[in-house]
RNA sequence: GCGGAGUUGGUCUAGCCUGGUUAGGAUGUCAGCCCCCCAAGCUGAAGGUCGCGGGUUCAAAUCCCGCACUCCGCACCA
């Protein structure tokens, strides 16, 4: 495999560790795998990130924001499906300790296994006798489960048990009447949501690849499921996207088929014109990011591998040195099934509405009921009784009149008499529905890995980081050509003057001219500004281009806008 | 969790088998000299209780035991 002693992985680490993107975190004792702490340079790395993300998914389609909490309590994962579906039952054979997913080695010992089978039923059937351990042939068993998301508790009540989330998705979901009320009706409705998210992985390894605690960008995007358009596919329906569908996972092809966006909605390819755009957009979003068309693919999840809500799911890979295809995002078509769970569970109507174009007449049946009759019959359990029978639908009551000549209510007996039946037109201008979500969902963390690693260059022995300009940690460095006091006070102005202009700017008059560019190089600062004697003469400075190693001579008061040229990206 | 390998200044590492004086080097960092446009050179300095705990021994980075963590495989990754 890697014969080389370092990898371009191992040394990427090696210099995030060094120069403080991101490091293992808690290194005093010991450290512990699947958190990771993030330096300066990697902070503002992420940041620029992010800003960028904005730019291109919700700033552009007048998308909200919204910042929901990360603890919730059990009844909020109970409702979503998570309580019953981030779990793995796992069986633990009592001789050698081995173990296994409990539902996949019952299969192969020909048992029928349901979806979201019960701890006493994998019991049951491990303790008929014939399921023995592939590894020792033993046959005594713990079962149990483990359950992937974090589990805590709220308040001084430990009976109050909640989870940390394990994606920020359910804040939106939770919040989805409120956020919806506020954008004044709006549908499609597009919420976003930046922030961590947190899963408890058996044992995640690969650095900052997998990690327990991470962060997460997600838009939830609910639609009208009878109106799914997307207004804004047009931008970007001749993008093409390299794809291996769901037929091509299932037998086994890795090659992705080249297909422009129309193309693939037209095949059923992508099954929602949201969900598409949303891949064109990560897509141009990833190139942005200086990850080349070649090292993307979207993947898709076949039915037995997506997650218990999605109809639908692409996995966004990038090809990684050391990892093979990592997925960066998910574009998940999660229907109506979370606002329907909590809206079961909640029992809060998540339903909203839209006018219709032209009021639709509708006839229907009317029961009027003869109050005082029924009250003078049964004045103990009117109230009840009337109750039950308004929920009821008129076409069935009046089926049942028809029928027997009576109705009944619980064991109580209405004459016929007590309801007179009327058709009514009414007038509909409103139709109501459960909106539908797509989901793009990124991983901030992994993007921020493969910018780096896309980024990371080998000049002889020097490092750089071809990081693109606008999103370089250090956007410029400021240096005296040697260090004689003239030309460090003249620096020191040109520095503090970029500083004032917004410029991420730093300063270093330490060691030679060309061992502050290789420093420089190596964190991706994309500008070397030199002051050197000329400058004291003529007020102009060199500019040296990280990449090409060209210099270019600008006027000191051009110097700032010069840049903020050639930092700033084009609009999405 | 299992199997294998490993853990020594900021980074990379020598030393461990064959226990013995202030744990060596490279690189980086800082200060000074030099004044030079791509990690040049010279001088000096700071920085390590050798992963943690225990044992053996007059003496442990070195031998033994336990633990933690990391890496590589296996399993897991909704």
Request: net charge neutral; glycine share 6%.
């Amino acid at each position: 495999m890697e014969s080389r002693k370092e990898s371009k992985a191992d040394k990427l680490f090696e210099l995030a560790r060094r120069r403080g993107f991101f490091w293992q975190a808690l290194e005093i004792y010991g450290g512990v795998s699947g958190f990771v702490s993030f330096g300066e340079l990697g902070v503002k790395l992420k940041d620029k990130i992010i800003r960028l993300w904005r730019d291109y998914f919700i700033y552009k389609h007048g998308f909200t924001e919204v910042d929901t909490p990360l603890i919730s309590p059990y009844i909020v994962f109970e409702a979503s499906g998570h309580v019953n579906n981030f779990k793995d039952p796992i069986i633990e054979c009592l001789k050698c300790h081995k173990k296994f997913r409990a539902d996949h080695l019952l299969m192969e010992f020909n048992r029928k296994i349901s979806e979201g089978i019960s701890i006493e039923n994998i019991e049951k059937e491990v303790n008929k006798g014939d399921v023995s351990c592939p590894e020792c042939g033993n046959k005594k068993w713990n079962v149990g489960y483990f359950l992937t998301m974090f589990r805590t508790t709220i308040g001084p009540y430990s009976e109050n048990e909640g989870f940390m989330r394990p994606e920020t998705a359910q804040g939106m979901f939770t919040e989805f009447k409120r956020i919806y009320e506020v954008s004044r009706g709006k549908i499609p409705l597009g919420i976003a949501q930046i922030g961590k998210a947190f899963r408890n992985e058996i044992s995640p390894r690969q650095g900052v690849i997998r990690l327990r605690e991470f962060s997460m960008m997600e838009i939830e995007l609910f639609f009208d499921p009878l109106n799914p358009r997307c207004p804004f596919l047009s931008q970007v329906e001749d993008e093409e996207l390299r794809i291996i569908p769901e037929d091509l996972v299932e037998k086994g092809v890795e090659s992705p088929l080249k297909i422009t966006v129309k193309e693939a909605l037209i095949k059923g390819i992508i099954k929602q014109e949201w969900l598409a755009y949303f891949m064109a957009l990560s897509k141009k979003f990833l190139t942005k990011l200086g990850l080349s068309e070649d090292k993307q693919r979207f993947h898709a999840k076949i039915p037995s591998e997506r997650a218990h809500y999605s109809a639908q799911t692409y996995d966004h890979e990038v090809l990684l040195d050391k990892f093979g295809w990592v997925e960066v995002a998910g574009h998940a078509y999660r229907t109506d099934y979370d606002l329907s769970s909590h809206m079961k569970r909640s029992s809060i109507d998540m339903s909203v509405s839209v006018p219709l174009e032209k009021p639709i007449k509708v006839k229907h049946l009317k029961m009027n009921i003869n109050m005082k009759k029924i009250k003078e019959t049964f004045p103990d359990k009117f109230n009840d009784l009337i109750k039950v029978l308004n929920k009821k639908n008129p076409e069935d009551v009046k089926k049942e009149i028809d029928a027997s000549g009576v109705i009944m209510i619980e064991d109580l007996k209405l004459p016929k008499e007590v309801i007179e039946f009327v058709d009514v037109d009414e007038e509909i201008k409103v139709r109501r529905f459960i909106p539908h979500v797509v989901e793009p969902s990124f991983g901030i963390e992994r993007l921020v890995y493969a910018t780096l690693d896309h980024a990371y260059f080998e000049k002889g022995d020097r490092t750089i980081l071809k990081i693109p300009p606008y999103l370089a940690p250090i956007q410029a460095a400021v240096f005296p050509l040697v260090s004689r006091e003239k030309l460090q006070e003249k620096s020191i102005t040109v520095w503090e003057d970029l500083k004032k202009k917004g410029i991420d700017a730093i300063y270093d008059d330490s060691g030679s001219i060309g061992r502050r560019y290789a420093r420089a190089d190596e964190i991706g600062v994309p500008f070397a500004i030199t002051i050197d004697y000329q400058t004291l003469e003529d007020d102009t400075v060199t500019v040296r281009n990280r990449d090409t190693w060209e210099q270019k001579r600008i006027i000191i008061k051009d110097l700032p806008d010069y840049l903020l040229s050639l930092l700033c990206f084009s609009d999405p």
